[in-house]
Nanobody, 126 residues
Framework: QVQLVESGGRLVQAGGSLRLSCAAS????????MGWFRQAPGNEREFVAA????????SYADSVKGRFTISRDNAKNTVYLQMNSLKPEDTAVYYC???????????????????WGQGTQVTVSS
């Protein structure tokens, strides 16, 4: 079992930056793909970014490419999402997710993940 706890979400003005953190505990952290998803009211949960266990493979949704950066520190069992040039449409609850599997085509979809955090709210004002 893996427990995931997100932090760092808050209200920020458009154009600003935030760094989200996700602390993992329970199982061996370094063997898992980690991802970030987000869900705005009335919308389905959507993929934001994913990183392989060594950090050598990353992927991003087109909507955040060039603005967001995912990274991980396996020694600290933590994954990060650096968000720059934030837009009002980035407003959502952001969820951290962990997969027991290696990086694959499923890493961009919610069904590719086995464990989820409770989420952290990010609100971007215009």
């Amino acid at each position: 079992q893996v427990q995931l706890v997100e932090s760092g979400g808050r209200l920020v003005q458009a154009g600003g930056s935030l760094r989200l953190s996700c602390a993992a505990s329970g199982r061996t952290f370094s063997s898992q793909v980690m991802g970030w998803f987000r869900q705005a009211p009335g919308n389905e949960r959507e993929f934001v970014a994913a990183v392989s266990w060594r950090g050598g493979i990353t992927s991003y949704a087109d909507s955040v490419k060039g603005r967001f950066t995912i990274s991980r520190d396996n020694a600290k069992n933590t994954v990060y999402l650096q968000m720059n040039s934030l837009k009002p449409e980035d407003t959502a609850v952001y969820y951290c997710a962990a997969s027991r599997s290696g990086y694959s085509g499923q890493s961009g979809y919610p069904q590719g993940y086995d464990y989820w955090g409770q989420g952290t709210q990010v609100t971007v004002s215009s």
